[in-house]
């Protein structure tokens, strides 16, 4: 028996039935783009967040570059983020003729370091992005104490945080703007891209469903320069199906993660990147991600026992070909990460003989010795 890193027809088809019979009346009524669908979509995922907005969007790299625009990043200023997180990240920041500079992240859960953070803001500075990785909490308080003092926007890359919380927030409605991605993969995965920023301010609202739209609030007039980004309704509509089971899975998705932690507890060679913090903090466990000291052996022993993996991320921001020209400086521990990384199977469609298989495995794994 194979365990695939991912079943996705597994996540999603306890939604199956529901999907097409209300497909079907979308389809009939031809309310594709926008409408009523895409409109309580936006409703129930703010309300579900604590969030007074909610504007949907095509993609997460979509959202956080209007969230960028929006919060009046432009040539010339720089945007703090990550220097070990997925590349979308940093685009916006780029496609705004702005600079990325990269901050290192900590070792025990990925997320940006404030410290490094604290030491790269200049007067040019004009935003921070926090990315909530693997589902992980980013040290948020510290970040916005950050952000405050130096009057500059905090964004959340929340594309894998669906249904975490910190410190009794939902993540994502932390910042001035939250960003998230409804990529097939996710916690709260829709039938292609999707994305959504949640914000607290009317204006930034009202603004951001300009950008989405052609820059155009009434219909052929449009007031800036805008966008094609909108959501469609499909998307909209499957999605509103599964934020309702999305605490669920997630708790499910958190038991699995408890087994795997406790299988590895005397495994030194391999260790698991956790969540910091206290029990008024949740993780939304969006992938179960290790540090292998000796990565190419602890991936022959996967593929040998017929475990599916996946490297999360085998190479750093700055090192990558369109980021080299703004890398300065050594990310020790995001150096660290991308040599080392290996998520596991984890999701909430997963089988208890497929948990059990992978969690024998990692008990019996011993790291061979090197002569």
């Given amino acids: 028996m194979r365990i695939p890193f991912l079943d996705l027809y597994a996540t999603n088809q306890r939604h199956e039935r529901s999907f097409f019979r209300k497909l079907r009346i979308l ?39 209007l969230s960028l625009i929006a ?25 705004q003729g702005a600079k990325p500079v990269f901050a290192d992240v900590r070792l025990q859960d990925g997320c940006l370091d404030p410290d490094d953070v604290a030491r790269k803001i200049t007067r040019r500075t004009k935003a921070i992005i926090a990315v909530h990785l693997f589902g992980h909490p980013a040290q948020m308080d510290a970040l916005k104490d950050i952000a405050r003092k130096r009057r500059i926007a905090l964004i959340e890359d929340a594309a894998q945080a669906h249904g975490g919380s910190y410190h009794g927030h939902a993540l994502g409605s932390i910042g001035d703007f939250g960003c998230f991605s409804f990529y097939p993969t996710k ?11 949640l914000v607290k301010r009317k204006s930034f609202a009202d603004r951001l469903r300009r950008l989405r739209d052609h820059g155009q609030q009434k219909r052929f007039f449009p007031e800036e320069i805008g966008y094609n980004a909108r959501m469609d309704a499909m ?18 998705r958190e038991e699995i993660a408890l087994r795997y932690l406790k299988a590895l507890e005397n495994k030194p060679s ?9 029990h008024s903090s949740q993780s939304a ?7 292998a000291k000796q990565r190419p052996d602890f991936l022959r022993f996967l593929e040998a026992e017929g475990i599916g993996n996946q490297v999360y991320y085998p190479a750093t921001l700055p090192s990558l070909k369109p980021f080299r020209t703004f890398a300065k400086g050594r990310y020790p521990v995001a150096d660290e990460l991308a040599r080392s990384c290996v998520a596991l199977p984890l999701h909430p469609g997963l089988k208890e003989a497929e948990i059990g ?13 090197r002569k």
């Fill in 27 to 65: 389809y009939q009524k031809s309310a594709f783009v926008g409408g009523p669908w895409l409109e309580s979509f936006e409703r129930e995922f703010a309300q579900s967040t604590g969030s007074p907005h909610c504007v949907a969007v095509s993609s997460g790299t979509t959202a956080l570059h």
């Fill in 270 to 278: 391999v260790i698991p990147l956790t969540p910091v913090g206290d």
């Fill in 235 to 252: 998307q909209a509509l499957f999605l509103r199906l599964k934020l309702k089971s999305l605490l669920p899975e997630n708790k499910r």
């Fill in 357 to 369: 298989k992978v969690v024998k495995a990692l008990e019996s794994f011993k790291s061979p010795r």
């Fill in 285 to 291: 466990w969006h992938a179960f991600v290790v540090r």
């Fill in 71 to 95: 919060a009046g990043v432009g040539t010339g200023d720089e945007v703090i983020l990550p220097a070990f997180t997925f590349p979308g990240t940093g685009w916006g920041v780029v496609y």
């Fill in 187 to 197: 916690n709260l995965g829709g039938l292609g891209d999707g994305g959504a920023i």
